[in-house]
């Protein structure tokens, strides 16, 4: 939502609806640890009844030493008040009472400790579920900041929502104890609840007036907020620091987080301020509501209603009353609001992926005898206008190494796309072994196909790892990974590594070590090779390297591929001159096709390109 602009107010039917995802988050705390949500519940219910007895045990002991103070006094001696059996009764109230607070001690601390560890299990159980669930999750639904801003606030949810937890229970501990102490007033004084009721309710309203404020803020403050994380990025990471420093970006860089940190400071800021001016009001009500009680206490007491026990029970059971039902009205408008964020959590569970397999998917077909074919294919990214490929037709034979040209937008890495299911066509099919790519199974289609990105992913974990990542089942399989980095010539690479196989790539952590382009490039491609896939596709896998090292690197592929169906994708004609066919894109769809020297024969848009490279090394 564009800054100014009037922000969503959730409706009190949103807020209170919003509480129907608490069983939810209930069963996942549940899921977490059975033994720790019990136990948290066991301790908060024994902690519930204690405050209560404190205070009736202290008016017991006020009306024991009145009574004691009205009799003759004893032998002054405390002797002779232990030996008179005077003290007894009082004596007894007073171990009763220091049992009764080293059981409170003992029960707050025990609670404090099993809630930190369930909070702690829930954390990363939810976490788990989270990351478990993105991988299900189509390509689609991570593109476009909508998605991306749905994603951020579902991950902020598992990381600090663990708190809700603890107030819950917190919640109900609290009703409890105000159930037994209204009992007492009861008794004694009922107009007192109401009056404290009364008093309350305007601090209730205000509180989830507020609540709601600061959800709606999170809530369209959430680019901004990944624009600051962005920015703190740039600034602070090693894989910006050279451009950062050679360009001189710091203070552009501090000048735009500035920028949207004081936007965001100056929202959060006033909220605050009316935060707590009215919260003042409210507080102010509920004091004078409570000394109008006390007044109305002691002047009974004082014509004789009530004893000092009495007075004591009433006023200590009034004020502890009072900030109970404070803390349940503005606990319960607090839950309301935070439950408000809880719809971001669940949302995002709620999403399914469109691309999945069917009851009846088929495995990959081994060997290929076909090949696959794309018939008529149509595809239009989400939310745009433009298609990257149209009446698309385009075969590959089975055990063909088959390259593919053409310029920025061609639709070069949208067909690749389209061959792994990372999307599926808008239109049009594609064909393997003869069947609708969407009849076989996805995980099993995706298993036989290696494929890597020119932006692959690096995995900021041993060299090992980094190639063991292509078949993560042989992720422990070190001479199938030293067989793959020797088919990528990574094997060169790991060797000047300080701990090989074993030395943590990148510098995010300590003793990491980094690597050329060029090197994590080979170490990528390697990964594809431990796939040992029926299917190879190196998309700009090699835009790093010289044009000697690319040319290695693909003549060992072509080598390796033999008796395999790759697609191979490079600007550079020298490498894709060795594929048994090439097909140059055009707007999305094939404008020629041939080997090197046919395509070169048609004069056409081929070689122009071609023609256009070759001026550059002369």
């Known amino acids: 939502m564009p800054v100014g602009s009037p922000p969503p107010q959730p409706s009190w039917r949103e807020r209170a609806g919003a509480l129907r995802h608490l069983p939810a988050l209930f069963r996942l705390v549940w899921q977490a640890s059975p033994a720790l949500t019990a136990g948290s519940v066991a301790l908060r219910l ?92 189509d390509l689609e639904q991570f593109e476009g900041s909508a998605q991306q801003d749905r994603i951020e606030r579902a991950r902020n949810q598992i990381t600090w929502r663990a708190s809700l937890l603890t107030q819950v229970f917190g919640q109900v501990q609290d009703a409890l104890t105000v159930a037994t102490l209204a009992v007492g007033l009861v008794a004694f004084a009922p107009w007192l609840i109401l009056l404290l009721v009364l008093a309350l309710v305007p601090a209730f309203v205000g509180e989830m007036h507020f609540n709601a404020q600061g959800y709606r803020l999170n809530y369209v403050r959430t680019p901004e907020r990944r624009q600051l994380d962005y920015i703190r990025y740039l600034a602070t990471s090693v894989e910006t620091a050279k451009e950062v420093k050679l360009f ?10 500035r920028g949207f940190a004081d936007g965001v400071y100056a929202e ?61 009205l503005l606990g319960f408008s607090q839950i309301a609001g935070q439950a408000l964020y809880l719809e971001d959590l669940f ?41 990257a490929v149209r009446h698309l037709d385009l075969a590959i034979g089975a055990g063909e190494v088959l390259a593919l040209v053409g310029g920025n937008g061609a639709g070069k890495t949208t067909i690749v796309k389209l061959l792994t299911r990372l999307y599926d066509p808008t239109e049009g099919r594609i064909l393997l072994e003869g069947r609708d790519l969407r009849s076989y199974d996805v995980a099993d ?66 003793d990491g070590y980094d690597l050329s382009g060029g090197e994590w490039q080979k170490v990528a491609i390697a990964r594809a090779y431990m796939r040992e896939a029926d299917v190879i596709v190196l998309d700009e ?68 390109l071609f023609e256009l490279q070759a001026a550059g090394y002369r």
């Open 268 to 328: 959060r800021k006033a909220l605050a301020i009316r935060r707590a001016a009215w919260g003042g009001v409210f507080a102010a009500l509920g004091s004078v509501a409570y000394y109008v009680a006390y007044a109305l206490i002691v002047w009974r007491t004082v014509a004789g209603e009530f004893t000092l026990g009495d007075l004591t029970f009433l006023a200590g059971s009034f004020l502890r009353l009072r900030g109970l039902l404070e803390g349940l």
């Open 46 to 137: 024994a902690r519930a009844s204690l405050p209560v007895a404190v205070l009736y045990v202290g008016k017991l002991i006020i009306d024991e030493v009145a009574g004691q103070m009205r009799l003759p006094p004893a032998d002054p001696s405390l002797g002779g008040w232990l030996t008179s059996g005077r003290l007894d009764t009082l004596a007894l109230l007073l171990a009763l009472e220091l049992g009764l607070a080293v059981l409170a001690d003992a029960l707050s601390r025990g609670s404090s400790l099993v809630d930190g560890l369930l909070a702690d299990r829930f954390s990363n159980f939810a976490s788990i579920q989270l990351m478990e669930h993105a991988t299900l999750l």
């Open 445 to 510: 289609l995706r298993r036989h196909v290696g494929v890597i990105f020119q932006d692959f992913v690096r995995f900021h974990m041993s060299a090992g790892e980094n190639i063991g990542m292509g078949s993560i089942e042989a992720v422990g399989d070190r001479e199938r990974i030293r067989d793959a980095a020797a088919r990528s010539l990574a094997d060169g690479v790991v060797e000047r590594l300080p701990r090989g196989y074993d030395q943590v790539l990148g510098k995010r952590f300590e």
């Open 541 to 608: 896998p090699t835009a790093a390297l010289d044009a000697r090292a690319e040319y290695e690197v693909f003549q060992r592929f072509r080598d390796l591929s033999r008796g395999r169906t790759a697609l191979l994708i490079s600007h550079r004609f020298s490498t894709v001159r060795m594929a048994d066919r090439i097909i140059v894109l055009e707007d999305g769809r094939v404008a020629e096709s041939g080997s090197h020297e046919v395509l070169l024969a048609l004069r056409g848009r081929y070689a122009e």
């Open 347 to 387: 949302r995002f569970f709620e999403v399914r992926p469109a691309i999945v397999s069917g009851a009846d998917a088929r495995p990959f077909p081994v060997p290929l005898r076909e090949g696959i074919r794309f018939e008529n294919v149509g595809f239009r990214y989400p939310d745009s206008e433009r298609w």
């Open 248 to 257: 001189g970006l710091n203070g552009f860089l501090v000048d735009r987080f």
